[in-house]
């Protein structure tokens, strides 16, 4: 019998799903694992039909195994992106602002502009990893968005602070023209739209040239 090579975890959501195509759907789809001769498991998607006429139960399997594999290295990715580089990050990114203000004595100025320039590194750094955690939050159906009315001009300010050093090492001079518009929109998430779009702008413009 099928139900014997299932992994023990999936049985009984596919034992429910065979009986629910007997009684009240004519059709399931269900993913599980089944075991194979040699003792691994398979993970499967499988298309199930029961015909009344012929008294039997009709389904055809899909090997998913090479993209559950994928899925979980994914997660095992963003377990580590959250856990291991965000925390030392965050910790480096506090410890530049204690320095900066001043916190351990006074520092030269040309050190507080190579440790500023460095917190934008960092700040950006930080932002990546929000963004690929965000990316997990909107395929589950998770991502919350915050509507509020902000200033565009206000937005862009922000998004030329964090990669104007970065400009800067290749020469390259960042112009913002004035808005005075407002609009409502989640800020966070405008602020990553346009940190990529500067950030695009500036990796693709030649040195000592102009983004506006």
Not at 147 to 165: C, F, G, H, N
Request: with cysteine; net charge negative; hydrophobic share 40%.
């Amino acid at each position: 019998e099928l139900l014997q090579y299932v992994h023990p975890d999936d049985l009984i959501k596919t034992t429910e799903a065979i009986a629910e195509t007997r009684s009240t759907e004519p059709a399931a789809t269900i993913e599980n694992r089944l075991t194979t001769k040699g003792g691994r498991f398979l993970d499967l998607a499988w298309s199930i039909y029961w015909s009344d006429l012929d008294e039997a139960l009709y389904a055809v399997a899909h090997d998913i195994t090479e993209r559950k594999q994928l899925e979980r290295a994914k997660e095992d990715f963003l377990s580590m992106v959250s856990h291991d580089l965000r925390s030392p990050l965050s910790s480096i990114f506090g410890t530049f602002k204690l320095i900066t203000a001043g916190a351990f004595g006074s520092i030269p100025q040309s050190a507080s502009e190579k440790i500023n320039e460095s917190i934008a590194n960092v700040n950006r750094l930080l932002g990546l990893i929000n963004d690929l955690l965000d990316v997990e939050k909107l395929e589950a159906g998770e991502l919350q968005l915050s509507i509020e009315s902000t200033s565009v001009d206000e937005w862009m300010k922000r998004a030329i602070s964090e990669l104007e050093p970065i400009a800067d090492q290749r020469g390259i001079k960042i112009i913002q023209t004035a808005c005075g518009q407002d609009f409502p929109v989640d800020a966070d998430r405008m602020m990553q739209v346009l940190s990529n779009l500067l950030s695009n702008a500036i990796k693709f413009s030649s040195d000592n040239s102009t983004v506006d």
